[in-house]
């Protein structure tokens, strides 16, 4: 170990700074979430200096999971919770990738003024992600919004978008499939280029079509990438907050895992610290379930993540 130290000792100098702050950033928070899970912890009962109050709460076992697994509505609800965020998390990646691939496909070809169209697309990924929220919810606004507007100017009704209707659902889907989009255009925008031109042109010379050419050379080329950007997507997405908070607020109707422990943590009467570490702990467990099925599927594919 002596030996391997003084050989390596600039490099493990690089990475300590990186591991006290992952260490302080992610990991003491991460264990201090899975400790309140088995306690009743909430702003009545935490040790608070300024009040010269002490800690009362107590352990509590797995009472949390059993309660929030339950389904009660005291609770969030939690299963159907599950199910809006699945459906919100599928439906984003879902246009994500095929907006993203359609838009990758367009501009990997000889275009004119593609320079510009490239720059225009990675604007709204650009763009601080509160800025877009409020302009899409200026957008969105029943009474003076520009999509009532329009829709009014065809003939059509105006839509209460983002009130208490599954409408305010499909909205923030909207608003962040247009935020999305730009990173898969670009990651598999790079992954269009990695693929050899030689073997696109044997196809053509065999014979097939573009759409054949499409299935059978451009996807499969781009399996690497696709496996990465989904993977990210679903995390990503999963565990999207400001876009729906900003939005809709506490929204019911677009209520997913993430934003019910923020409620839970720092709204109503009593914040419930412990309910919301619950939250977050079966957040991460979904998520490590994703993955490893995820890893499992694309190891039998011959990927390797």
Not at 23 to 30: E, K, N
Not at 280 to 298: D, H
């Amino acid at each position: 170990m002596r030996n391997l130290f003084a050989r390596y000792w600039f490099a493990y100098a690089m990475v300590l700074p990186v591991v006290v702050v992952l260490a302080l950033l992610v990991a003491l928070p991460l264990l201090q979430g899975l400790f309140f899970g088995f306690t009743d912890i909430n702003d009545t009962n935490i040790a608070n200096p300024v009040l010269d109050r002490e800690a009362s709460y107590e352990f509590t076992g797995l009472a949390n999971y059993l309660n929030v697994l339950s389904g009660d509505p005291a609770y969030g609800s939690f299963w159907a919770t599950l199910g809006r965020t699945v459906i919100w998390t599928g439906a984003c990646v879902f246009f994500h990738y095929a907006i993203g691939l359609a838009l990758a496909v367009l501009l990997n070809r000889q275009l004119r003024f593609r320079g510009v169209y490239r720059v225009l697309l990675i604007l709204p990924w650009a763009v601080p992600v509160f800025i877009s929220a409020f302009a899409w919810r200026y957008l969105f606004n029943a009474e003076y919004g520009l999509i009532n507007w329009a829709l009014e100017s065809v003939g059509l009704p105006a839509q209460v978008w983002l009130g208490q209707s599954d409408l305010a659902l499909v909205s923030v889907i909207v608003v962040n499939v247009w935020l999305g989009v730009p990173f898969m255009m670009v990651a598999l925008l790079g992954g269009l280029q990695s693929i050899p031109a030689d073997l696109h042109e044997a196809a053509e010379i065999d014979g097939a079509s573009p759409w054949q050419r499409f299935v059978h050379v451009t996807l499969p080329g781009l399996r690497s990438v696709s496996s990465s950007v989904v993977l990210l997507g679903v995390i990503w997405t999963f565990n999207m907050f400001p876009v729906i908070y900003l939005i809709t607020g506490n929204n019911p109707h677009t209520r997913i895992l993430v934003t019910y422990a923020f409620e839970r943590f720092f709204s109503g009467a009593t914040r419930d610290y412990a309910i919301a570490s619950t939250y977050g702990v079966l957040v991460l467990s979904v998520l490590l379930v994703f993955a490893t099925i995820y890893r499992r599927v694309m190891r039998r594919h011959g990927e390797v993540l």
